[in-house]
């Protein structure tokens, strides 16, 4: 991931609303959640969620797919993961028993 991807991606995050509606897309991915769904479960006015989605769709975080009369919003957990490991790029300074730690909190998404 490029440093410009990566700002617009945390540019995005660094709202309330919108890690709120990432994390909770991230909950329920692959299958993701119609927008008014989304909307209720974050106690946010539709038209308000939908400027948070547009910011989130731009820096390629979300991605949206029309299903019968609703739009269904989904994370990109690729774009999620280039994030991720663009910020660990460089860990440590290449002393892997120093990242151990972290990547043993990670290790509970495989249960």
Known sequence: MESTHALLALAALAQPTRLDVVRSLVRVAPDGLAAGVLAERLVVPANTLSAHLNVLSHAGLVVSERSSRSIVYRVSLDRLRGLIL?????????????????????AVCRA
Do not use: I, K, N, S
């Open 86 to 106: 663009f910020l660990l790029e460089d860990c440590c300074a290449g002393r892997a028993e120093l990242c151990e730690p972290l990547l043993a909190d990670l």
